[in-house]
């Protein structure tokens, strides 16, 4: 991707051109566990908003009831059966109900940033998985060539040995070099499997999928994105975003609690239809309607106000130096993915410059060899340089591929 978007795109992975890796990525978004948990998280907290606006809403239940027996011995037996509404209103004269389901509404969208921020994540480790097993396959060939170097060396070496024209030195030398070959090999082979399972379980599958080739005709890249400044991450990344949303739901919780000192009116209503029955004699049911209104002032808690706003107000800080620790660590993320994808791309320059020298060369000793001028242990040892800058040249590639995800993921609004 050219460096001329001045934004990321939601579905940068694409930029890559591999439908394999979109296909990963997308599988991971739709099946991911963590991802099925943050989506749970959402809909609790969604919830809690309607729980917290009904409460400021009037309320009104059903009440019956039977009684039998006598109040005193003076009083005769009765039975008293009774069935009705009763309704309750608080009105919210100081703005602590509207506090509540702000912060309720709050809570309910820093679950859905928290939820934005692990597919950003999600999305970020499925693409670097792939990448690595992209450089681990290729370096497996690598290795593969190089030992397959190795082995017509040993043959050569052996057949010097045996006319006297060097000596069994250079021969267990060579198999030296072959055994620790044959060693890398094993282990990458075993941090492709590694990878392949990390996989699996990005992608919610119980087992790594067989039918992924890992191939492209091309060399996957990521360029960092052009027209970006590291100011605007503050209004882009849902991590910083989430930490701002919490600070603004903490100080709506200090404003509550701070409302409690204030005088808290009820109004109350209660109709029922009530039957009497006194020594056998039943009465005719009666409607029976009350209502009023009722003050109350806290005058002495114990301290149980005063501390529970110094609670809130703790909790405030606490929140006000997450977000500034959110945004250093977004700011440092940016700015650290961005050095090591420079310096990634430098060393990946320098070394595509030596991996051509050394096909040059290789191809060099070989038409040397062909006139007679060099022998076949020289063209050998010409090629297994090349095939170590090869090496080199994947190890960079890989660790540029990884960088290209960093930017991504540090720059990233949302997927």
Known sequence: MA??????SEAWWRDVGSAELAALVESALRSNRDLHIAAARVAQARAGIEAVDAQGLPQLGFAAGAQRGRDSSANPKSDVVHGGLRA????????????????????????????????????ADVSTAWFEIQALLRREAVARDAMTTLERQIEVARRR?????SSVLDVDRLIAELRQEAATAAQLQGAQRARQRQLA????????????LFSDAHTPTLAAPAGLLPAE??????????QARALEAAAARLGVARRDIYPRIQFDWAGRKERLSVGGASASPTLVVGYGVSLALPIFDGGR????????????????????????????????????????????????QAQRAGADAASRSQRLFEAGLVDLNTVLDVRRSHLRAQDALLQARSAQWVAGVSVRRAFAGGV
């Open 233 to 242: 991450l503050l209004e882009r990344r849902p991590d910083v975003q989430l």
């Open 88 to 123: 309750s209103w608080e009105p919210d004269l100081f703005g602590a109900q509207g506090l509540a389901s702000q912060a309720a509404t709050l809570d309910a969208q820093s679950a859905e940033l928290a939820q934005q921020a692990m597919r950003v994540a999600i999305a």
């Open 3 to 8: 460096p001329s978007d001045p934004q990321v």
């Open 161 to 165: 040995f045996e006319v006297g024209q």
């Open 201 to 212: 379980v990005l992608t919610g599958d119980a087992q790594p999928n067989p039918t992924l």
């Open 305 to 352: 106000i005063r501390a529970n706003i110094a609670v809130h107000e703790a909790r405030t800080q606490e929140a006000m130096a997450g977000y500034e620790k959110a945004m250093l660590g977004a700011l440092a993320d940016a700015e650290t993915a961005l050095v090591q994808l420079a310096a990634a791309e430098t060393t990946v320059a320098e070394l595509e």
